[in-house]
């Protein structure tokens, strides 16, 4: 098979190197004795093409109106937001000194093989002194 997305890191990687993320991905839950809930997580340090959001994949979460920080983020790897059938939460993002949470996947080459995700800013980056 053709790795797409190392063709294109490679040379994309020359105006736009590459980021190395931290990866928080939800893998369900666990229900406790008590009836709590548990979430589970792994996590897992990737590099991460990241971009600023198109308006066209604006249109495509009709966030248009959105008061928000937002990337779009293409990754090796399935990402996934959040999914009641599938019973995960969406998945967290470490870079830039904040926490960004997937509330769009937009594209997913493969099983899995690379995809293309929206992140939102869950925390602000420390400010610099």
Known sequence: MIDVFG???GAL?????????????????????DGS????????TVEAD???VSAGDLEHVASINQQADMRA????????????PLQVG???LNFYGSDWLVTQPV?????????KVIVTRQTAA???M
Do not use: H, M
């Open 37 to 44: 809930v548990t979430p589970k997580t792994f996590t897992l």
């Open 126 to 128: 420390p400010c610099p």
């Open 7 to 9: 063709i294109a890191s």
């Open 107 to 115: 594209e997913e080459w493969g099983f899995g093989e690379w995809s």
């Open 73 to 84: 983020v293409y990754i090796r790897g399935g990402l996934k937001g959040l999914s009641r």
């Open 13 to 33: 990687g020359i105006v736009n190197p590459a980021t190395t993320v931290t990866v928080t991905c939800s893998d369900g839950q666990t229900i406790e004795p």
């Open 50 to 52: 990241i971009q600023a």
């Open 90 to 92: 969406g998945d967290l």
